[in-house]
Each structure stands twice: as C-alpha cells, then as structure tokens.
C-alpha cells in the first residue's frame, strides 16, 4: 500500500522522526471520522447499470477493522472480502462476508464472527450464519475461497486472517465443519488471500495462502506515524514490518494437506495481498499471479517438477511501465482485446496508476495502461477490489475498481473514496462510472467484491465489502437478451476445472474467458461462465480441459446455466 521507492508516496508519514513529514499543502486536514466526509450518492436514473438493491435484500453485514480503539495499526487497512458460492447446490449464489475484528484494552487482537447468507432465489438472502456452523470469532478474518477440497462437488470454504486460516468442510446437509487441525492448516502468521488449484495434476485441488508481513501489536509500542509538525497520528507502512513468506500447500486426497513451500521455491520477500491461480502462459500447468505490496509482483510459472519458475521481472509482469515496484493490492486476468491471449490487471497505491499488463503470447507481457485508457483517474486513490467483467454484454469486458484510502488523515485523497466502471469499447477503456448508478456516486472506505450473477438472468451483480459500513449489493440492470452460462465439472482433473479455457464459437468475435482460483481481492467470484449471444448465434462452445484435450458442447440451452461435464461433448478437432 505504501512504497519506499518513489519520495511522493513516503511523505505522508514521519515514523519516529526517521522518515519525512507530509507536505501539508498537499494533504487534505484530518477527518475525524469517516462518516464526516460521506456525500450522499445521487438519485436512481433510468439508464443506470446497477442499482443498489441492499435494503430489500435482506443483506445486513459490516466488516469492521477495529479503528475505535484508536490504534493506528496496519492490520486495520487490509479489510474483508466477500465470497459468492452455491453452498447448498440449489443452483443460485450464496453470499459469504468475512468480519474482521478488532482490539481489546490491552490491545491484544480479538476476531469477530464472519458471515453466510443464502440465496432464496428469490432476490433474498437469508443469515443463516448460526445454522451453517459458521459463527466462528476465533481469527480476525480478511479472506476467502471456496474450493471442493474433498472433490465431493460441494464447496468448502477457506478463510484467511491474522492468526493463520481456518478450513470449513462443507457436511452436504447445510452446515460445514472446522476441520483446520486434521487438514494439517493450523498455521501462524498474517494471511491474506488465498487460491486453490491443482499445481501437480493428481486430480485434487491445492492451496496458495498469501502472507503479509511480520507483525504483533508490540511492534507499534512507542512508534509514532503520520504527520509530526501536525501532531496527526495515522497508520504506520507496511515497510516497517519484514515480510510473511506466501505458503503452498499440496492436496494429499486424504483430507490432509502438506507445506510444499520449500520445494516450491516461493520468494520470502512478498508482503502479499491478492493472489490469482490461472494457467497464465497457456502451458496447460497452472501458474500463480501475486500482487504485492511494497516490493515487486510475482509470477510462479508451473510445471512437471518443482521448484516453479519466478518469472515475474522477465514477464513484464513486476511493477510500473517505468521498472518500479508498486504497492499492489487486488488482481485479475482476462482478454480484454479480445485476441485470444490473457492479460493480467493489478490495482495499485496512490500516486501510482493501476496496471493493465497485455499478453502478448509465450507468457510474456507489456504494460497497456495508458494505451488502453486507463491512466489518470485513480491515480489519487488506493485500490483494492477489482475484476473484469462484462457488464453491458456487448462481448467486451469491462472493468470494476474500488478504492478506499489505507490512512484516515493524511493521505492523498480522503478516507472515502470514489469506486469506478471503465467500460471496454473494442479494447479501450472508458470511464462510466457516472451512469454506472447511485452507488458510484458517492464515496467509500471500500475493500474486496466479488462479481458474479446472482439472479441467473446473465448479467453480473457486484457486491461490495467497506471498513465499518455496511456491505452493497448493486444488481446490474443490463441483462442480454440471448447469453449462455456454462458450469465446468471435469472428469478427469480436479472438479472444477481451474485453468479450463473457454470460446464462443459465434463466427464473429469468439470472446475467450478462463476458469481461475483467487483473484480480485480476497473475494471469490461466480466462476461459472456466461457469454453474450446474437439473436442468431448458436450456443457453441469449444472448452480446453486444463492439461488435456478439448471438446466443443453444441446445442447448449440459451439463457440458462448449462453443465457442461468432462467427456460428453464432441471432440474439437472432429466433425
């Protein structure tokens, strides 16, 4: 979130005297309290893409941070993320909200409940928390991601937080069990987000946990960040702390897993918010993309043998255009150019553009921000959550930034800040977050979201997670008339295909998508597939089974989700 690199973003904090003191002509004076600087958003207007449909969904959830103990510590600024999942297999989405924590009067950390609500199908969700096994206040909770651990074809959960993670098997009756100790996943240490795929190709799914830094609340006695000459405390950066080595766990099929970190030669020097699982140089191996924070990204190339390959610098995927380590934070791949070839999306610190890198094939890339539009408008703003999307289904995926600033007084731009939609007009982005709706209007301490369909008419919905306000559900108003969905269960690999690539075969832009674990910020996304039809077109889609041949399904049903099961469709290469 805050770099060392580049004298802009080091002089907001003076840290015990040793580092410069904010330049008060460029800094906004202290708010004392977020609510404070909170401009109510707009009215509804007919051409509005998303509506915030929060109230009547029945949705009531906050992720809080802990701020009212007047700490200033770094674990406040990381925030929750919001997880979409079919946990009962009823065919709609479940929404899952990790509840942060907070601090006691000695300081010590103390962990709060997060939160499951289930989808009645109906554009209602209901707390079923309690019910579910999930009132859980044992860690203070930052991440999650839904994965089929036991490959049973339920979905189980893996939260993340200060304090290690935590396992819940899902029982197929509704509730999930802690199974944390007999998995062998009782660690220490900040975690963050998480991803989970097969690396090895044994048929089971196996866990990236990310890792921040090092850090006890005793680290900050007697520390004063923030601005000297003011007398302003704020949150101290995370270059003070030495880095959390990223763990990877092997998936032994037996209910327990192994620390693989070693063999797998992972970096200890990451300081790790968002990570993304995903076959990135179409190697048919999967591959991990890491968004870190103060220091340079990592891109861990999978293969037969361990150790994986760190490629990050001789991708083009490390840091800025200009060579420089970023403070990365939220994270995704998609084609955005739509020539068949993934790219990958980091959101950045303030003072530091977001970072579009452009595939340009062999798993090489190029830095594609200002070129495709998107320099400029966050470049005040910390950014988090983010995805690509496509929200007007036009073929062409859009993109979603949430912003919300890490410091309450001294940053360069508010607490709250302003959430964007870039709309992709034929590979270049245009700013639409004023008609995006009442939402984008106003301004958040914004942090995870996930993206996915919630109603099952092929539109993606967002949800969005703050720091101490309530969450927002925003259900998008822009349907297409004719789509497909498609749902992957392999056969032959690990369930749900992670690293599956997908393309419409409409004669006309076949748009390509990619089944991927993790990405976003410490969300779980809707990874069922949806792509927009001509009223022509027919529903054909070619899959490519993550190390394994390819099939082409025909005939698939328009305007619903279709299964799509390893073996049943006709081979690609055939008649």
């Not at 893996?158 to 396992?167: F, H, I, P, S």
């Not at 939609?421 to 004023?434: A, H, I, K, L, P």
């Not at 990874?527 to 041949?549: H, K, M, N, Q, Y």
Request: proline share 6%; glycine share 14%; hydrophobic share 35%.
């Amino acid at each position: 979130m805050l770099l060392g690199c580049r004298p802009a973003t080091q002089a907001p904090n003076a840290v015990d005297g040793s580092a410069p003191a904010v330049d008060a002509s460029r800094s906004p004076p202290p708010a004392p309290q977020e609510a404070a600087s909170r401009s109510p958003p707009r009215p509804p207007r007919p051409e509005d893409w998303f509506e915030d449909v929060t109230e009547q969904s029945g949705i009531n959830f906050q992720y809080r941070n802990g701020r009212e103990a007047e700490r200033y510590t770094l674990l406040e600024t990381v925030g929750g993320g919001v997880g979409m999942l079919d946990y009962d297999q009823d065919g709609d989405l479940d929404l899952f909200f990790t509840g942060g924590g907070g601090f006691d009067s000695a300081g010590k950390v103390s962990g709060r409940s997060c939160g499951l609500f289930r989808n009645d199908g109906n554009g209602r969700f209901a707390d079923v928390t309690a019910q579910a096994g999930l009132e859980d206040s044992s860690l203070y909770t930052h991440g999650c991601v839904a994965f089929d651990e036991n490959q049973d074809g339920y979905p189980d959960l893996l939260v993340t937080g200060y304090g290690g993670c935590r396992l819940y098997r899902n029982t197929r009756e509704g509730r999930f069990a802690d199974v944390t100790d007999q998995a062998g996943l009782r660690i220490e240490g900040w975690c963050t987000a998480a991803a989970a795929a097969d690396v090895d190709r044994d048929g089971w799914p196996d866990l990236y946990i990310a890792r921040y830094v090092q850090w006890t609340p005793e680290d900050d006695a007697g520390r004063f960040c923030g601005d000297r000459d003011r007398n302003v405390r704020d949150v101290c950066p995370p270059q003070l702390y030495p880095p959390a080595q990223d763990l990877l766990f092997r998936n032994l099929g037996n209910g327990r897993f192994r620390n693989v970190t070693a063999d797998a030669g992972l970096s200890d020097q990451g300081r790790a918010l968002g990570v993304l699982a995903a076959d990135v140089n179409q190697d048919d191996w999967i591959d991990f993309y890491v968004a870190n924070d103060a220091g340079v990204n990592h891109l861990y190339l999978g293969g037969p043998e361990f150790p994986l390959r760190e490629s990050g610098l001789a991708a083009g995927v490390a840091g800025s255009e200009h060579g420089l380590a970023e403070g990365s934070m939220g994270v995704d791949l998609g084609d955005y150019n739509g020539d068949g070839v993934p790219d990958l999306w980091v959101t950045n610190f303030e003072l530091e553009d977001n970072s579009l890198y452009e595939g340009v094939g062999e798993g090489l890339f190029q830095h594609a921000t200002i070129r495709a539009g998107l320099a400029g408008s966050c470049f005040r703003y910390v950014g988090f959550g983010t995805g690509f999307a496509d929200f007007d289904s036009d073929g062409w995926l859009d993109l979603l930034v949430i912003n919300g600033n890490v410091f309450y007084h001294v940053g360069q731009a508010g607490f709250e800040q302003p959430a964007f939609v870039y709309r992709n007009v034929g590979g270049r982005f245009t700013d639409v977050s004023e008609q995006a709706g009442p939402y984008f209007s106003s301004r958040h301490a914004g942090r995870g979201a996930a993206l996915g369909d919630l109603d099952n008419d092929g539109a993606v919905d967002l949800v969005v997670s703050h720091l101490n306000a309530p969450a927002a559900v925003l259900r998008n108003r822009r349907p297409p008339g004719r789509w497909v969905g498609l749902r992957l269960q392999a056969t032959r690999g690990e369930r749900e295909a992670i690293g599956a690539r997908l393309v419409l075969l409409d004669g006309v832009q076949e748009p390509t998508r990619w089944v991927t674990s993790g990405g976003g910020y410490l969300s779980q996304f809707d990874r069922r597939i949806t792509f927009p039809l001509s009223e022509d077109a027919d529903a054909r889609v070619r899959v490519e089974w993550p190390g394994r041949s390819a099939e082409v399904f025909d005939d698939l049903a328009p305007r619903r989700m279709n299964l799509v099961v390893e073996g049943e469709g006709r081979p690609a290469d055939g008649p």
